[in-house]
């Protein structure tokens, strides 16, 4: 069975023609797509036979919400998709003054290990589809009634440990015939995989690269993110700065702030050391707790940004959103896990 919905215009409008259809078909078909049909009977302009044909031979996978949560505070929503083979993801939505922004995630589960993730703690799963990104694209839209501007991709999962999905999904939302969201207008983060950065350096897509660094020095960043046995920091650096000269990009760099960890003087001013010829911007992450992690919120982000901006270093601190409805990026999806093996609602 095809996943329709994974193809570009072009590759539909070529398996539609196998079919002894028009080309116009082609742009038919991608629009409905990215319009949110959950059905192949929702194409009305298309003959019923071929709704039928498609029906027979391709496969559509919209999610259904399995939990959705609505922050008192700011009105963040967070949305538990359950996929159409049972699995769980996560998505969220948050609401800025320059428009609505969806954190979506690109795998289900991950097997990065981040000592302070609460996504990490079930391992990996599988990989996305492209369809399964853009549909929490779509569906997040659709339900929330809120036009979505700009995709982040932090949820759960590792971006370029997906990358060959993750591209397709970019090609298919940056499309003009269906949601028409610019490069400009998306993140991507990764823990800091040389070969997932360089790769996006040789493609030059006009995106924003964040990496996850949380801290700038081997010893600290091996016990807290795994990754780093395989991509130390001098060559995660060596990576962004040939990214930078590559693209043009300014790189954002995501910091955790872990009390005691990673959050003393030495520590800023390594930072500062290491971007040194390449513009950079450092976003400070207050902690959110997560049970099963020993490390908790430090309470020098304040004088750890004022460190870096001494070094001319521009750093801001995160703005917390949906600090009531399971903020920490996985923990929805764990409670809805636990739940189901104890055989209760993870609604309660």
Not at 214 to 239: G, Q, W
Not at 254 to 280: F, T
Request: charged share 20%; hydrophobic share 40%; net charge neutral.
């Amino acid at each position: 069975m095809t996943d329709l919905k994974s193809l570009t215009q072009q590759e539909i409008t070529a398996l539609l023609q196998t079919m002894g259809q028009p080309a116009f078909r082609g742009k038919q078909v991608f629009g409905w797509l990215h319009k949110g049909v959950r059905t192949f009977e929702e194409m009305s302009n298309l003959p019923k036979p071929l709704r039928d044909k498609l029906a027979a031979e391709c496969i559509l996978t919209p999610p259904t919400v399995a939990r959705k949560q609505i922050s008192q505070q700011d009105g963040t929503i967070k949305y538990l998709w359950e996929l159409a083979d049972g699995n769980c993801i996560e998505t969220v939505l948050m609401r800025y003054h320059h428009g609505n922004t969806v954190c979506i995630s690109s795998q289900v589960g991950c097997r990065m290990g981040c000592a302070f993730c609460a996504s990490t703690i079930a391992g990996k799963v599988r990989d996305l589809t492209p369809a399964e990104m853009l549909d929490q694209v779509l569906f997040t839209q659709l339900d929330s009634g809120l036009p979505i501007s700009n995709i982040v991709l932090m949820g759960i999962g590792e971006p370029t440990d997906n990358l060959d999905n993750v591209l397709r999904f970019l090609e298919l939302v940056n499309h003009p015939d269906g949601l028409n969201i610019g490069m400009r207008h998306i993140s991507l983060s990764t823990c800091g995989i040389v070969p997932g950065i360089e790769r996006l350096a040789e493609l030059g897509l006009q995106l924003t690269l964040s990496v996850s660094l949380h801290a700038p020095d081997n010893e600290t960043r091996t016990r807290i993110m795994p990754v780093n046995r395989a991509y130390d920091v001098e060559s995660l650096f060596c990576a962004c700065h040939e990214y930078f000269r590559k693209t043009g990009r300014r790189i954002s760099f995501e910091y955790a702030m872990i009390d005691g960890v990673n959050d003393q003087d030495w520590q800023a001013d390594l930072i500062a050391e290491k971007l040194k010829g390449m513009p950079g911007h450092v976003n400070l992450i207050p902690l959110n707790d997560v049970v099963e992690s020993p490390f908790k919120p430090s309470k020098r982000v304040a004088a750890f940004q004022k460190r870096l901006e001494s070094h001319g270093i521009t750093a801001t601190v995160r703005r917390s959103l949906g600090g009531d409805i399971d903020a920490s990026c996985g923990q929805l999806r764990r409670k809805a896990m636990e739940a189901a093996k104890k055989g209760v609602d993870a609604n309660l």
